[in-house]
């Protein structure tokens, strides 16, 4: 299905009209306001709602608005309704009533290198997961050896704790090195200063849009729908601050720093045809999490680190399809007691690694805890992320002759504040 965007058709184009994300764009000190990608252009969907092309079916409008959460709790007929109208406004042999309103054109169509995105949800809530197996495992032999590498509950719970929402930021934010407690192994006591262990996690995110009711559980299927689409994700890591505070209560300023999302946020109907079965079980899951029905997806992930004024290096690939437990289940799960998800909740999936080391999502992996520095292309080596590095997160389901793609998730480590 062509578009008369011809940038759309373009090979490897990440957003094709078979894509149509959802996002949150401003130009030249305008209001933010929602908007979709195609080609190499930015769509203003606040105009085309203002212009009466496009009706989510409220009572008022939802385009206009600084984030998507109004479009996102009108649930999924609404989603449906707007991409099919999307899509045949877009198509070349559609809808022709954009493609013939010149000066709707060039109202609504941006061209991307002229677009400032921003955060394009109002996070309600972000709990992040630990559900990639092989980085579980890896972290485990590291810490614990492979007798014992996997927690006893890892193949029967998807394991999470909730974080900031507070500190969720759109790709380019760049951020200060955490500041936070630090004990070295040798110590008698800790020290406070700037994080010396800085990690990446590539993960994916997935976005909730319609709501679950109090003390009310969801099944997997129920959780599918209620999920309205995925950003690339990057859990930042204080690792040297987390292993001195984790314990008994788990992870927490060593995460709060910033957890970086995609500015895209890809629907559900377009990653549809990218649906995978579960890796192979080892052990039986309870009734309220087994689902046999295919809700993982196919989404080959890269990671990049570019030194400040340097090439970027390829880190790492692997793929969507290496988690243990869905979103859909992680979402089941985290009903399960009555709490109530939110419209705009986001739930994180965990670091996603694979068997091969060349498939690991975190420099801890990569560098085996330090040991093994990662070499750079440029020259040099990398343990952990050094002030001035930028770390790029991409992701692509490749269909025949088009891809869904997620753009760019990036961030930059800046000094830390003195003290």
Known sequence: MPSWI?????????????????????????????????????????????????????EAPVFNKPELNAFMALGTAAWSAVREQLTALLSKDGNPALKDDFTLCVVALVPMAEAEMHLPIAVADYTDFYSAKQHAFNVGVMFRGPENALPANYLHIPIGYNGRASSVVVSGTEFRRPLGQLKAPDADTPHFGPCQRLDFELEMGAIVGTPSTFGQPVTVAEADEMIFGYVLLNDWSARDIQAWEYVPLGPFQAKATATTISPWVVTRAALGAFRTDAPPREKPLLPYLDDPAPRHYRITLESSLQPDGAAPTKLSETNSSYLYYSAAQQLAHHSSSGCPMRTGDLLGSGTISGPDKSEWGSLLELSWGGNEPVPLATGGTRSFLEDGDTLTLRGWCQGDGYRIGFGACSGKVLPALKV
């Open 6 to 58: 011809e940038s759309a058709n373009a090979d490897k184009c990440d957003f094709p009209i078979q894509n149509l994300p959802f996002g949150v764009f401003s130009k030249g000190g305008e209001a933010p306001r929602c908007c979709t990608a195609i080609g190499d252009q930015v769509l203003d969907l606040a105009a085309l709602e203002g212009a009466g092309l496009v009706k989510a079916g409220g």
